[in-house]
Nanobody, 116 residues
Framework: QVQLVESGGGLVQPGGSLRLSCAAS????????MSWYRQAPGKEREFVAR????????NYDDSMKARFTISRDNAKNMLYLQIDTLKPEDTAVYFC?????????WGQGTQVTVSS
C-alpha cells in the first residue's frame, strides 16, 4: 500500500525557515518522481516543486524557485522541502505526492502557518 506521511510544519514568524519531510512507503521510492503541492485557505491546491527519480533533476513553480528547495534521500525513502524567508502568503497545507499506477497519491498534509 502506497503511503506518504508529511511532517515538519508549524507556526513560524515571517522571515523564518522550515524543512518539511515526507516519509514514503509501499513502492520503490528511488524509481519515482516526487512532488510537493500546497493548498492555502480558500484556494485550489497548487504545484510547488518536483524532483525526478534517481537523477535528482528538479523543477519549481516560477514564483517559488527562489526560496524553496526540494530534495530527496533515496536510501531513507524521504522527500524534503526547505522553505526559506517564509512569508504570510506561504501559509498553507503542504502535501507530498506521487503518481502511482496512473493515480496521483497524496499524503495527509502538514500545516505551515506564517504569522508574527
Amino acid at each position: 500500500q502506497v503511503q506518504l506521511v508529511e511532517s515538519g510544519g508549524g507556526l513560524v514568524q515571517p522571515g523564518g525557515s522550515l524543512r518539511l519531510s515526507c516519509a514514503a512507503s509501499g513502492f520503490n521510492f528511488a524509481t519515482k518522481s516526487m512532488s510537493w503541492y500546497r493548498q492555502a485557505p480558500g484556494k485550489e491546491r497548487e504545484f510547488v516543486a518536483r524532483i525526478s527519480d534517481n537523477t535528482g533533476v528538479t523543477n519549481y513553480d516560477d514564483s517559488m524557485k527562489a526560496r524553496f528547495t526540494i530534495s530527496r534521500d533515496n536510501a531513507k525513502n524521504m522527500l524534503y522541502l526547505q522553505i526559506d524567508t517564509l512569508k504570510p502568503e506561504d501559509t498553507a497545507v503542504y502535501f507530498c505526492s506521487v503518481v502511482w499506477q496512473s493515480n496521483r497519491i497524496w499524503g495527509q498534509g502538514t500545516q505551515v502557518t506564517v504569522s508574527s
